[in-house]
């Protein structure tokens, strides 16, 4: 798959980078190193993929230009793409155990 040359801007909301780096420490607790390190390449490449093509994944229905994304099969990222401004903002990185009706996003 070809990506656009131009990328969006991506902005962590405090919110965001906390669940982030809650969800690495919990995989540092119970898992290895290798582990983190699969995560963090797969959220990078997640990123990636959104900052060129923001709108390829789902919409959220918590409002317009929110997305989510599935990261691996206990994590979720919720993120809102502006398209004005051409700047992709990350919400919430969120377990998928959490009742999704609850995340305030």
């Not at 969006?8 to 919110?15: A, G, M």
């Amino acid at each position: 798959m070809a990506l656009k040359k131009n990328a969006n801007t991506l902005i962590w909301s405090p919110k965001a980078l906390k669940s982030y780096n809650a969800i690495l420490d919990y995989i540092g607790e119970k898992f290895s190193e290798v582990e983190i390190q699969k995560f963090v390449r797969r959220t990078v490449g997640i990123l990636e993929l959104i900052s060129h093509s923001p709108t390829m994944f789902r919409l959220s229905e918590k409002g317009k230009h929110k997305h989510i994304v599935v990261i691996s099969k206990q994590t979720t990222l919720y993120y809102r793409f502006k398209p004005n401004k051409k700047e992709v903002e990350l919400l919430l990185f969120s377990d998928t155990r959490q009742d999704p009706k609850r995340l305030r996003y």
